[in-house]
């Protein structure tokens, strides 16, 4: 079976990785030039998400970069602790939450499938998709094609796929604005390896400290969204707005923003509506592309990773891409989309709890991800 795989980020590499491990033919197409554009937001990966890199043999890849975090701190408005616990898996070191920027987890995930073999093409933009009864055919922006029997739509939140399979689909604005920043030169409280989670009254924020002593951090304001047209890119306007609200608490988030001069990127939360198809004949959706969700979970790039590893297994085990399209979409729905609706509750309601995790990996994930288990055609049911 031949892939071709439609965008080179986190969901898309991963699903290479998966694909190739799994014996298929598989390139991936980039729209950007280089390994994508990093606008300064950092991410978290999750436990759920480094156990399925482990499934990719790609830990370590990724542990070569970022740093772990063990604790999770919450902060009251005054600055006081209230509670400080364990975080993720924190136990085993290839399972350790790993916070990094995303330009820098693109660039290793590219690294990695390169390494072994995997076709990558840069700088080529999709521009349509052709079905047929025995196979399916991508046009790019170039004038180039590409026919391969699956295409996998792994163009995150804005995906050029999703809009051709799908064109009614569009996402929605989640009820929070959104500000990512890091300063090298703010000495930020709290013991090594912990990610703070601050309530102010009208904001959430939180922040990381790396090895290195840089601090990154994020805050959620709820509110309406920005206005249309809004650049993705630092301004010093965010950064101002976002001080006037930090600084009506007692808490180290104000100084952190202070000392960030003027790289403060602010976006919309935004979330796909629950219940879109996520497959059609000979194309089938991953990432964000399918199920994205507001960031307060913090779980949009390690729920992409659990796709990478379904959908290959999917197509590895069961008859044919439809089958298998279908099979990966029974599996990862139902927890895809509760991370969407949960999320999306963090971010309509700011006096709620700082941070919400999805429980640790229960028997069926655990099952799903599991490289050598085999995936079945439909998952089994509660208590199975």
Known sequence: MRVLVIGGGIAGTATALGLHKAGFDVTVFEAHPDTAEDLGAFLTLASNGMRALAQLDATNAVTAVGFPLTSLRLLDGRGTEVSHAPLGEAGDPALRYRCLRRGVLN??????????????????????????????????????TATGDLLVGADGLRSTVRRLLLPGVRPGYAGQRVYYGYTRTAPAPG????ITMIRGGATAFGYAVSPAGETY?????????????TPAAPTAGARERLLTLLRADATPAAGLVEAAGDTVLVVNATELPPGMAWH???????????????PATGQGASMALEDAVVLAKALRDLPGPAAACAAYERHRRPRAERNIT????????TAGPATARPA????????????????????????A
């Not at 059609?280 to 990432?287: D, N």
């Not at 949960?342 to 309601?349: E, P, T």
């Open 342 to 349: 949960v999320s999306g509750a963090l971010s309509r309601n």
């Open 107 to 144: 660039a290793a995930l590219q690294g990695e499938a390169v390494r072994r073999g995997v076709r990558l093409r840069h700088g080529v933009r999709l521009v349509s998709v052709a079905e047929g009864p025995d196979g399916v055919t991508a046009r790019f922006a170039d004038g180039t």
């Open 280 to 294: 059609t004949g000979r194309a089938v959706l991953v990432g964000d592309a399918a199920h994205a969700a507001s």
């Open 191 to 194: 013991p090594d390896g912990s």
């Open 360 to 383: 640790g990996p229960d028997e069926l994930l655990l099952a799903q991800l599991a490289w050598d288990t085999p995936l079945s055609a439909v998952p089994p049911g509660p208590g």
């Open 217 to 229: 951090w994020f805050a959620r304001e709820g509110g309406d969204p920005l206005p249309a047209g």
